[in-house]
């Protein structure tokens, strides 16, 4: 039997890696400025195809499954290693976005160029926030609603649905959504209460450039609703609730689940752990050990590909909100660190998430994903 390896082929890729792919792309560059220039928007792993997952599974992971590999004349031929682990990036080089596909670690890549895909970042959002807040026909606008601070003023980038050959992809596009506070002081202020309509702003993504800005119809701002912002001072005078008891989950002997790095196993089903920036949680090669007949594979990848929402309002300011929120706004990117006695009860094993941010650096988020066990109650009671 050969030896475990370090990492399966489906582990997402460790900060080291991350950083060993960053570093590396940056030799590309000829000069100091191209690599000083480059952004990093997504660095993952390039997931191995299938037969060197069912390989790995085989003879170089626990538990050891040899019977996931189709019977040869003679036995199978099983290599002393398997193949290097892969990632995939996209970087932003002066104006420009390349997806670098197929790289293979501690080697220089090989490219394939894609142009005018569109992009996102918090850092880009800050700058498609900034431009507008500066745009003398904006702040014109705003001062007519009654604000003059821009500082209350929040600026939302919502990439364009694509709606007619204005909208092609020849390079990214943003329609932001304005809303405003009424304390600029104030932390928890909800600007998202007060929207503001009828300003039409079209910025280029790439060039941070206002390309077509109307003031098309003046709508005045709602007045400051004292509940908008769902604090327990606003709500409830800075009082928690006292009607409800303590509520304790307690598994004394533990779990009933496995965890042997990203591999879970719980009752006779097992699968593997992933995470993307764009899609989030991801689970693999989900399976179910029967009896005799051995493990039957369930799903191969399961994961939220792509979340949109289709905004029926006619008016142009909302039917044209199309954004997609994985593939644009990265659903892993925007997790949140769990936290045991608020977010998840019971026994609690935590997955932390790594990725890299447009300053090569490479972010954590601690305790991203949770597993743990629920009582779903007398589901299965009847059997009739």
């Known amino acids: ?57 085989a003879y170089f992971f626990p ?15 099983i290599p002393t ?40 970042d918090v850092v880009e959002y800050a700058e498609c926030e900034a431009v507008v ?30 709606h007619s050959e204005a909208d092609a992809p020849s390079h990214g596009l943003a329609k932001p959504l304005i809303f405003c506070r009424t304390e600029s002081d104030c932390p928890l202020e909800n600007g998202y209460a007060c929207l503001v ?7 280029d993504m790439q060039n941070m ?61 097992n699968f593997r752990i992933g995470f993307t920036p764009r899609e989030g949680l ?14 039957r594979p369930g799903a191969h990848r399961l994961s939220f590909l792509e979340i949109v929402v289709p905004y029926g309002d006619l008016i142009e300011l909302y039917y044209r909100k199309n954004s997609f929120d994985a ?3 990265d659903l892993g990117k925007n997790a949140h660190s769990l936290k045991k006695g608020y977010d998840s009860l019971g026994y609690i094993k935590y997955f932390d998430a790594h990725f890299t941010n447009f300053t090569r650096g490479v972010e954590k988020i601690e305790n991203c994903v949770c597993l743990h066990e629920e009582d779903y109650g007398i589901l299965w009671k009847h059997q009739d």
Not at 135 to 160: I, N, Q, S, T
């Open 197 to 203: 309509e009828g300003i039409h702003v079209l910025i």
């Open 133 to 162: 807040k500066v745009y003398p026909p904006f702040r014109e606008a705003m001062k007519k609603r009654g604000v003059e601070d821009m500082d209350l003023v929040m600026v939302d980038a919502w990439c364009v649905g694509y």
């Open 63 to 77: 538990p050891f499954q040899p019977s996931l590999l189709p019977r040869t004349k003679g036995g199978p031929v």
């Open 327 to 329: 593939g644009e706004d």
């Open 1 to 57: 039997m050969l030896r475990a390896q370090t990492s399966h082929p489906l582990d997402p890729l460790s900060a080291t890696e991350i950083v060993v792919v960053v570093a590396t792309v940056r030799t590309v560059g000829t000069t100091p400025e191209v690599r000083d220039s480059m952004r990093f928007i997504e660095v993952v792993l390039l997931e191995p195809k299938k037969h060197v997952v069912a390989l790995a599974d």
């Open 209 to 269: 450039v206002v390309i077509e800005f109307e003031d098309q119809k003046f709508f005045p701002l709602p007045p400051a609703d004292p509940l908008r912002n769902y604090t327990p001072g606003e709500t409830r005078g800075g009082v928690d609730r006292s009607d409800i008891k303590p509520l304790q989950i307690l598994q004394p002997e533990g779990s009933s689940f496995r965890v042997h790095g990203h591999y879970v196993e719980w009752q006779r089903w």
């Open 81 to 120: 290693k398997l193949p290097p682990r892969r990632a995939k990036l996209v970087d932003v080089i002066g104006e420009e976005s390349f997806p670098h596909k197929l790289f293979k670690m501690f080697n220089l890549p090989w490219y394939d160029y894609v142009l005018g895909i569109q992009l996102s």
């Open 282 to 295: 991801v689970i693999h090669s989900i399976a179910y050990v029967d009896g005799s007949r051995g493990q």
